[in-house]
């Protein structure tokens, strides 16, 4: 059986930086695509990054060049390093395997099939 292990998360000042991790176990080659989604009060689950097996990357607009996804295949780890951390960050950060849409692999959580429990961001001064 999957299992996904989140760690990382913590409180930070506005303009911080924090790195998520995401430890997997079991059969992960099974699932394409590997994300990592935010959950903030009184708001949907949104996805935030998601990488395909191929490596392929993509990022929500709100956090391009600011967030980082990666993956170590050898350790089955994944992660999120995230910069110049804004109020709006603050959120339940949660990772999770899923299937792609014809090689592409979408925010969409119905595609996702396994979660963590999540990890909690807090962005303030």
């Known amino acids: 059986e999957v299992q996904l292990v989140e760690s990382g998360g913590g409180s930070v000042q506005p303009g911080g930086s924090l790195r998520l991790s995401c430890a997997a176990s079991g059969d992960t080659y099974s699932h394409y695509c590997m994300g990592w989604f935010r959950q903030a009060p009184g708001k949907e689950r949104e996805g935030v990054a998601n990488?395909?097996?191929?490596?392929?990357?993509r990022y929500r607009d709100s956090v391009k060049g600011r967030f980082t996804i990666s993956k170590d295949n050898t350790k089955n780890m994944m992660y999120l390093q995230m910069n110049r951390l804004i109020p709006d960050g603050t959120a339940m950060y949660y990772c999770a395997l899923g299937d792609d849409y014809y090689g592409t692999c979408s925010f969409a959580q119905r595609m996702y099939d396994r979660w963590g429990q999540g990890t909690q961001v807090t962005v303030s001064s």
């Open positions: 990488v395909a097996r191929t490596g392929s990357i």
